[in-house]
Every structure is written in C-alpha cells, then in structure tokens.
C-alpha cells in the first residue's frame, strides 16, 4: 500500500510539491483547505482526494464539473499509478513515490515569490513616494528652488532599501510557500505602514531624535500589536469574504485610509512649519513635529535639578554614614 | 594642562642661631631690590640664596616617621617657631585622609611630625607647624622683580639632592580670583611648596607647578598671597582662636571663590557673543578662549566652536578640584547630512560626558537626568544635565550640562555645553539658567 502520495502543482511560472499522508486530503482556494492553490478559477473546496484500497480516487469536492482526465470532465477519477488531470484549470501531477532529490523549497516557484517581493516593494515605494512628493511640494513655497533636491531622493533609496531587504527575508522565511508568504508579505506591508504612521504621528519626535529608544519602546511593540491585529482581521475577512477580489477591494479601501491619515497627518505637520515662520524660529521643525509640545520652562528644569541635588546629598549622607560606621569598627579593632 | 610639582626630595638642614618670627617674615622685604643696581644684585645674589637655601626642606606625607613617604614636595620655614609654607597639593592627602597618613619634615635622617594650620586652597597654599624653633626665617620681597629678571627657585626635585634653579621672572598672571607667578625655570617633581626667590634671597613666591608639553613654562603661588595667609595666622595666634576644623575651612574658601565667579560670569553675560545664526551669552575676559572650525565626516557637516575656560581650578584632593568652570558652544552647519543623519548627529552631542563617568574618590555618583525646555528666548532645547556633591562638603556641586536646538530647516544646531566645578546649588543652577535662556537664534 502506498503511504505517501506526491501531487506536483503547476502554478504561472512554475511547480511546487505537496507531499500527502492522511486523507481524505481537500483541494482549492480556500486557506483551510488541505491543499491551497490560489488560483483564481478554484472553488474554496473543489476537490478531495481519498484512499480506495490500493488506489486513490479523486472527486469533485462541491466546486463544479472540473475536474478534467484526458481531457474529459469527470466527476471521479480512480488511479492505481502516477497521472495527471486539471483541476479547475490548474495542472496536478500525482506521483505515488516522491521524485529523487526533490526538496519543496528547491521546487518551489521563485520566479513568482519574487515578482511578488518586487510587487510588494513597489507598493511600499509607491507609498514614500507619494509622501515624499507632498513633502516637496509643501515646501514648494518655502525652499524653492530646493538647496538639496538629492535629499528626498536619498531617504527614499535608504527605506526603500530596508523594506525590500525586509521583504526578501520574509519571502526566505516563508520558504516560498505561497500561504505564508502571503502572510509574510502582509507583515512587511502591515509594518511598513505602521512605521510610516509613527513617523508622521505624536511619536515623531522621539522617533528621529532618539532612533534606538523608540524602535525599543515605541516603533516595534506598536508593529507587533499592528501586525497581529491585521493578521487577525485578514482572517476575518478571509471568512466573511470569501471572494478574493472583494478581500482585495477591502484591502486596497483600508491602505487608501491609511495613507490618507498619513498626509493628512503630514499637512498638518507642514501647517505648523508655515505658521512657524512668521514666529521666532522654531528648532527641531522638520520633520519631528512641535518641539514646544510638552516642552518645559528653565525654571521646570531648575526644579528637577534641585531634585537631583537632594538625591546626591541623600547619597552623601549614606557614604558619610558608611564611612563613620568603617571608621567606628575600625576603631573597635 | 599644569602639572602639579608634588614629588620626592631629600634635604639637610643647617640650624643657626635666633631669627625672626613669622610676624617677622609678614613685615620683611621693606627693601625693594628693583632700587638697587643690577652690578650689586649679581654680587650678593649667591651668598644670599645660599642663606634661603638651608631653610629649605622636605616635606613627606607618610603613615610614620618611619615608613616611606606616600608623597612629598617642599616647604620652607616662615616662622622661627617652627612655621613652614608648602603648597596645599603636598599636604592634601594627609588633611583628607587623616586615619591613613601624617605629614613630617625630613630633617636629614630624622622625620618630624607637622600639623597643617592655614590653608589656602584657592592659591595652593599651605602653612604647617613643627615642634621646633629656627635661628631664622625668610625675608619676603617687598616687590616684585621686573619681566625678565632673574629668579631662583629652591627644592628637592625627585627626591634628589636640595636644588637652586635659575630662571626669570615673567610677570604675574591673574584669572579672576586666581593669581600665579609666570616664570621661565625649569621646576621639577618634588619642589612644589619650595620658594622662589629674586637676586637678593627674597621670597617672590612659592612653587607650585609647571605647564605640560611647553618649554619650560612654570609657576609659583606669588608672595602677596602667602602674606595675607601669614597675616591670617597672626591674627587668629593673637586671638588664640586655635585650628579650624580644615574641612569647613575649605569649604568656606571654596564658597567664596564660586561666589566670586558666578559675579564674573553674571557680569560678562550682560554681552553677547555672537556666533554663525546664533548669539549667545560672553564670557568673563580672563578666560582662556579658543575658536576653532572643523569639518565633519567627508565634510559633510562644519563645526564651529567657542570654548572658553578657565586655566585655574581650586585643588581640594588629587582627583578633585573646585572653583572652575569651562564653556564650549558648538555651532554644527548641516553640509550634506540628510535629516536623519543631521539629528543622529545632534543625538550624539546632546549626552553629557558625565553621564558615563565613574564616581571618583571622595565624590558621589553623577546624577543625570534630561528634559525638553523652552528657555526664555522661546528657544527649544534638548538638555541633559548630571551632578554630582564632594562626599565631604556640603552644598558644592559639580554641574555639566549640554543643550541642543536647531533652526527649522534643519541645517544648522547649536549645542552649549557647560561645565561648573564646586558650586553652590544657587549659583549653579543660576548659571545653568544664564546659559540656556542666553540663546537667541538670528
């Protein structure tokens, strides 16, 4: 009897291995099926494959007449020995023993991976981009003709480096495997988003002025939460929308509030920069926000110092303290 | 940097008859020897310094008679009722740690044991008293030379045979309360507290250090100062007033000569200095300034900065000086830096060097704390400040401070930095006050 059967899974661009053990094992589109294939013909469930003695039998598994062998739609299809039939227009080889030295990851369709990394960048840069050109042109009143034009250009090489280095790894992490890369892919975005968010939000300050503290205390605990909130609501809408195109369309309406928010935040921002101009300079103006928000006065500084004094005198009087007790024992000797 | 002349030296001493007493030595050199023919100066010159040079001796600090010296340096006798002059430095660490060490004069093969009576901590000046008279003591001089007249200094360079050094006078130089004698003379380790005499064998000063990494550059404590801590010492014998405790002693010099900077620097800030889009509070004219323009990384940024700080601090122990301070402003020009870089650049500066440091022997621990502040001028600054206290007096802090802000358009940060040694909380946290709210941006 055959333990193992190896169906070979024939995507745009190339192959990937699904290696089956337990059965009845379900096929389609649907993320909780056993065997995901995001193909956009594919019913959630639209096969299901089952053991029958010896051979394997392959049924329709709800999703319609399409299942095709030999070119003839079947309702089942009985095999004893590898075969190959077209599920809702996707090609599947079934293989009753695994292909001498095959590897899922080696196997796996990397061309697709990696327009889906360069899918994925060119969101994120799309993203900058567009900031960065509501930047310039906020300052179009100000710093025309710009003294640094390389400026905006160098920050955007710089986060669109590091978020497609991000990207990379996370499609490496996923192994290529389609559904976790998916995941992955919305991870990068889903952060990448946030820390823009952060950017341009109350945090801004601490943000750039204080790099390592906030990625610490503010940027990655926010992305963590962000990232498992989103992937909790991707779930959500996986279930309630059934429809790729329609999680799409959901998907694409929330980035488009999310930028949004995010110039919005930056028009404020830039706001506050124009009227600062006709008051006394301003330092710390751009990008980080009103400096003066939860400024103190000198005399508050003052304050607080008096306070350092007091704890310094509170340790000298220890010190002074242990010394006389040394001095005492000493004595004592 | 000075070095202080604190060392080893060993010495005989000649007992003579009766001399003048330490009122005697306050009242002497009535007779200017700038009268007197430069021909007759020359002959008298050796047989004098030889008569200052059998007052000479060493002084050790040791945990015995016995033992081996910790430290030495010279001294010289004022008083001939056993009244010496050394420098503060040579005795300071017996007077701070008086269960460890004592402080002896070492009279060929014999150590005897001493008491510190007066001390000048601002000028470095010592008077300690023996139990034995002296058939004489110096003469101080009643002027003092002109620039470029010889001078001799007295003492027992590294623990080596008694010395005269030659050398000229250069004048005297004053820094707010401090005072020292300039001198070409080539002084080495061990003749701190040793005299300094003119032509004739009258003291014009007291040793005391040398500058480092120059050409025979060194100085002496002048001779008015150890006049007035004599005339101390005869008006608290008259009043039979005994020993002050040192430590209060010290403390009160300490506080004078803070109260006596913090005037200065309340004064010079009525001026202002002017720096590229910034202008800032002046500082005090006797302060040694320099300003300098350098480029970043790859010239990717320019600094300018005008330190100012005072060549004189008040030496309490080795490690630990009071009665100074330093000021530095930096104006850092934004070249080729993109925000980031420009504000991690800015991050870097805004720490107080403090806020790493050690605690030192006979000081706290730093206490650093940081805030954002708008100082009166509508200025936002990025200020860190830390603190520490002498374990063994109270109410005088170290103060060091830095501050931030930028212009704008992020091409231009000024950062002010300030250090104020020994301070009282008032005045420090004046000064403190001074700075931040002296920044104006043009």
């Given at each position: 009897?055959?333990?193992?059967?190896?169906?070979?899974?024939?995507?745009?661009?190339?192959?990937?291995?699904?290696?089956?053990?337990?059965?009845?094992?379900?096929?389609?589109?649907?993320?909780?099926?056993?065997?995901?294939?995001?193909?956009?013909?594919?019913?959630?469930?639209?096969?299901?494959?089952?053991?029958?003695?010896?051979?394997?039998?392959?049924?329709?598994?709800?999703?319609?007449?399409?299942?095709?062998?030999?070119?003839?739609?079947?309702?089942?299809?009985?095999?004893?020995?590898?075969?190959?039939?077209?599920?809702?227009?996707?090609?599947?080889?079934?293989?009753?023993?695994?292909?001498?030295?095959?590897?899922?990851?080696?196997?796996?369709?990397?061309?697709?991976?990696?327009?889906?990394?360069?899918?994925?960048?060119?969101?994120?840069?799309?993203?900058?981009?567009?900031?960065?050109?509501?930047?310039?042109?906020?300052?179009?009143?100000?710093?025309?003709?710009?003294?640094?034009?390389?400026?905006?250009?160098?920050?955007?090489?710089?986060?669109?480096?590091?978020?497609?280095?991000?990207?990379?790894?996370?499609?490496?992490?996923?192994?290529?495997?389609?559904?976790?890369?998916?995941?992955?892919?919305?991870?990068?975005?889903?952060?990448?988003?946030?820390?823009?968010?952060?950017?341009?939000?109350?945090?801004?300050?601490?943000?750039?002025?204080?790099?390592?503290?906030?990625?610490?205390?503010?940027?990655?605990?926010?992305?963590?939460?962000?990232?498992?909130?989103?992937?909790?609501?991707?779930?959500?809408?996986?279930?309630?929308?059934?429809?790729?195109?329609?999680?799409?369309?959901?998907?694409?309406?929330?980035?488009?509030?999310?930028?949004?928010?995010?110039?919005?935040?930056?028009?404020?921002?830039?706001?506050?920069?124009?009227?600062?101009?006709?008051?006394?300079?301003?330092?710390?103006?751009?990008?980080?926000?009103?400096?003066?928000?939860?400024?103190?006065?000198?005399?508050?500084?003052?304050?607080?110092?008096?306070?350092?004094?007091?704890?310094?005198?509170?340790?000298?009087?220890?010190?002074?303290?242990?010394?006389?007790?040394?001095?005492?024992?000493?004595?004592?000797? | 940097?000075?070095?202080?002349?604190?060392?080893?030296?060993?010495?005989?001493?000649?007992?003579?008859?009766?001399?003048?007493?330490?009122?005697?030595?306050?009242?002497?050199?009535?007779?200017?020897?700038?009268?007197?023919?430069?021909?007759?100066?020359?002959?008298?010159?050796?047989?004098?310094?030889?008569?200052?040079?059998?007052?000479?001796?060493?002084?050790?600090?040791?945990?015995?008679?016995?033992?081996?010296?910790?430290?030495?340096?010279?001294?010289?006798?004022?008083?001939?009722?056993?009244?010496?002059?050394?420098n503060?430095?040579?005795?300071?660490?017996?007077?701070?740690?008086?269960?460890?060490?004592?402080?002896?004069?070492?009279?060929?093969?014999?150590?005897?044991?001493?008491?510190?009576?007066?001390?000048?901590?601002?000028?470095d000046?010592?008077?300690?008293?023996?139990?034995?008279?002296?058939?004489?003591?110096?003469?101080?001089?009643?002027?003092?030379?002109?620039?470029?007249?010889?001078v001799?200094a007295?003492?027992?360079?590294?623990?080596?045979?008694?010395?005269?050094?030659?050398g000229?006078f250069?004048?005297v130089?004053?820094?707010?309360?401090?005072?020292k004698v300039q001198m070409?003379i080539?002084l080495?380790?061990?003749m701190s507290?040793g005299p300094t005499v003119?032509?004739?064998?009258?003291v014009i000063g007291v040793n005391v250090a040398?500058?480092?990494?120059?050409?025979?550059?060194a100085f002496a404590v002048p001779r008015?100062q150890l006049?007035?801590?004599?005339?101390?010492?005869?008006?608290?014998?008259?009043?039979?007033?005994?020993?002050?405790?040192?430590?209060?002693?010290?403390?009160?010099?300490?506080?004078?000569?803070?109260?006596?900077?913090?005037?200065?620097?309340?004064?010079?800030?009525?001026?202002?200095?002017?720096?590229?889009?910034?202008?800032?509070?002046?500082?005090?004219?006797?302060?040694?300034?320099?300003?300098?323009?350098?480029?970043?990384?790859?010239?990717?940024?320019?600094?300018?900065?005008?330190?100012?700080?005072?060549?004189?601090?008040?030496?309490?122990?080795?490690?630990?000086?009071?009665?100074?301070?330093?000021?530095?402003?930096?104006?850092?020009?934004?070249?080729?830096?993109?925000?980031?870089?420009?504000?991690?650049?800015?991050?870097?500066?805004?720490?107080?060097?403090?806020?790493?440091?050690?605690?030192?022997?006979?000081?706290?621990?730093?206490?650093?704390?940081?805030?954002?502040?708008?100082?009166?001028?509508?200025?936002?600054?990025?200020?860190?400040?830390?603190?520490?206290?002498?374990?063994?007096?109270?109410?005088?802090?170290?103060?060091?401070?830095?501050?931030?802000?930028?212009?704008?358009?992020?091409?231009?940060?000024?950062?002010?930095?300030?250090?104020?040694?020994?301070?009282?909380?008032?005045?420090?946290?004046?000064?403190?006050?001074?700075?931040?709210?002296?920044?104006?941006?043009?």
């Amino acid at each position: 009897m055959q333990d193992v059967l190896v169906l070979r899974i024939y995507e745009s661009g190339g192959s990937r291995l699904e290696k089956l053990r337990a059965f009845p094992v379900t096929i389609g589109r649907s993320v909780f099926a056993d065997v995901t294939i995001a193909s956009d013909g594919m019913a959630l469930q639209q096969a299901v494959i089952d053991r029958l003695g010896d051979s394997f039998v392959v049924r329709d598994g709800g999703g319609g007449t399409a299942i095709h062998a030999d070119g003839a739609s079947v309702a089942s299809h009985e095999f004893r020995d590898n075969c190959e039939l077209m599920i809702a227009g996707v090609r599947i080889e079934f293989l009753l023993r695994e292909p001498v030295g095959a590897q899922p990851w080696r196997q796996a369709n990397r061309e697709w991976a990696l327009r889906r990394v360069a899918h994925t960048a060119l969101i994120l840069v799309g993203l900058y981009l567009g900031i960065c050109a509501v930047s310039a042109f906020k300052r179009f009143g100000e710093f025309w003709p710009p003294e640094r034009p390389s400026e905006i250009f160098t920050e955007s090489v710089a986060i669109f480096a590091i978020l497609a280095l991000v990207s990379f790894f996370a499609s490496l992490l996923s192994k290529l495997n389609t559904r976790t890369f998916s995941y992955m892919r919305l991870l990068c975005v889903v952060t990448a988003a946030a820390a823009w968010f952060l950017i341009f939000d109350d945090i801004a300050d601490t943000l750039t002025y204080n790099l390592w503290n906030s990625i610490l205390r503010a940027v990655f605990p926010t992305a963590l939460v962000l990232c498992s909130s989103l992937v909790v609501l991707v779930a959500i809408l996986r279930a309630l929308f059934p429809d790729w195109a329609a999680r799409r369309a959901l998907l694409t309406g929330l980035m488009l509030v999310a930028s949004g928010y995010g110039l919005e935040t930056l028009r404020a921002h830039y706001q506050f920069a124009e009227s600062d101009r006709r008051a006394p300079p301003v330092p710390f103006g751009l990008p980080l926000g009103d400096p003066t928000k939860g400024a103190q006065s000198t005399t508050e500084l003052l304050r607080r110092m008096q306070q350092s004094m007091n704890r310094v005198q509170a340790v000298q009087k220890r010190v002074r303290e242990e010394i006389a007790a040394d001095e005492t024992l000493k004595g004592g000797d | 940097m000075v070095r202080s002349l604190l060392g080893a030296l060993t010495l005989s001493f000649l007992l003579a008859g009766a001399g003048p007493s330490s009122k005697d030595a306050l009242q002497a050199g009535d007779r200017s020897i700038d009268d007197r023919p430069d021909a007759a100066k020359e002959s008298s010159g050796d047989q004098a310094v030889d008569r200052v040079f059998e007052l000479v001796f060493q002084i050790k600090t040791a945990v015995s008679a016995e033992a081996s010296k910790a430290s030495y340096g010279s001294g010289f006798v004022v008083g001939t009722d056993g009244l010496l002059a050394t420098n503060f430095h040579v005795v300071s660490q017996a007077l701070h740690e008086p269960e460890k060490y004592k402080i002896f004069l070492v009279d060929g093969a014999q150590s005897i044991e001493a008491t510190v009576v007066k001390v000048n901590v601002i000028n470095d000046l010592a008077l300690i008293r023996v139990a034995r008279r002296f058939p004489r003591a110096v003469t101080m001089a009643a002027k003092m030379p002109r620039p470029g007249e010889k001078v001799y200094a007295l003492g027992l360079p590294e623990d080596l045979n008694k010395s005269v050094i030659e050398g000229n006078f250069n004048g005297v130089v004053s820094e707010g309360p401090y005072e020292k004698v300039q001198m070409s003379i080539p002084l080495n380790a061990g003749m701190s507290g040793g005299p300094t005499v003119n032509q004739v064998g009258e003291v014009i000063g007291v040793n005391v250090a040398v500058l480092l990494f120059a050409q025979n550059l060194a100085f002496a404590v002048p001779r008015s100062q150890l006049q007035a801590l004599l005339l101390r010492q005869e008006q608290s014998y008259q009043k039979r007033d005994g020993v002050k405790p040192i430590d209060g002693e010290i403390e009160r010099q300490l506080n004078e000569v803070q109260d006596r900077l913090t005037g200065a620097l309340r004064v010079a800030s009525t001026a202002s200095l002017k720096l590229p889009g910034f202008t800032v509070n002046a500082v005090p004219p006797f302060l040694k300034c320099w300003r300098t323009s350098d480029d970043g990384v790859k010239e990717k940024w320019l600094e300018t900065s005008e330190e100012c700080q005072l060549g004189n601090a008040a030496m309490i122990t080795e490690e630990r000086y009071g009665g100074t301070f330093r000021t530095r402003y930096t104006v850092i020009e934004n070249k080729k830096l993109n925000r980031w870089q420009f504000f991690n650049l800015l991050e870097s500066r805004a720490v107080s060097d403090s806020a790493s440091a050690y605690a030192e022997r006979f000081s706290t621990p730093f206490d650093c704390d940081d805030a954002d502040i708008v100082n009166a001028q509508g200025i936002p600054l990025k200020v860190q400040y830390c603190l520490n206290t002498f374990v063994k007096m109270s109410g005088l802090y170290d103060v060091d401070f830095v501050a931030v802000t930028m212009l704008p358009e992020g091409r231009r940060a000024l950062v002010v930095s300030g250090y104020f040694s020994g301070f009282s909380a008032d005045n420090a946290q004046a000064l403190v006050k001074l700075y931040l709210d002296g920044v104006r941006a043009d």
